[in-house]
């Protein structure tokens, strides 16, 4: 079992919140243009997260790129998870 550095307090997120990065077709193939779903498990610096995605991988993103699981998009972009956009 690997053990995470603690989520930094001003983190929108908690260990355990599951969250979602959209993917983007500009992105070259891989996690940036599918976007993947995963679960917090800790920190990273001040502003980022360590994700267990749910394919097995770990992810660090800045917290301000993930939502949570099943919140549409925030920018004018569509993503390709959410849109079917070709990945």
């Known amino acids: 079992m ?3 550095p603690p989520v930094p307090p ?3 997120y908690q260990a355990g919140d ?5 993917g983007y ?3 070259p193939p891989g996690p ?3 976007g993947w779903v995963g679960t917090v498990t800790g920190g990273f610096g001040t502003n980022a997260l360590y994700v267990r995605t749910d ?10 790129d993930l939502t949570p699981v099943g919140q549409p998009e925030r920018t004018a972009a ?3 998870c ?3 956009g070709a990945a």
Do not use: F, I, M
Request: charged content about 25%; hydrophobic content about 20%.
């Open 10 to 12: 001003k983190s929108p």
């Open 55 to 64: 394919d097995g991988h770990d992810a660090v993103e800045n917290w301000s």
């Open 32 to 34: 940036r243009r599918a």
């Open 82 to 84: 959410c849109h079917g």
């Open 78 to 80: 569509r993503c390709t």
């Open 25 to 27: 077709p500009g992105y």
């Open 2 to 4: 690997t053990t995470y």
């Open 18 to 22: 599951r969250v979602q990065l959209h």
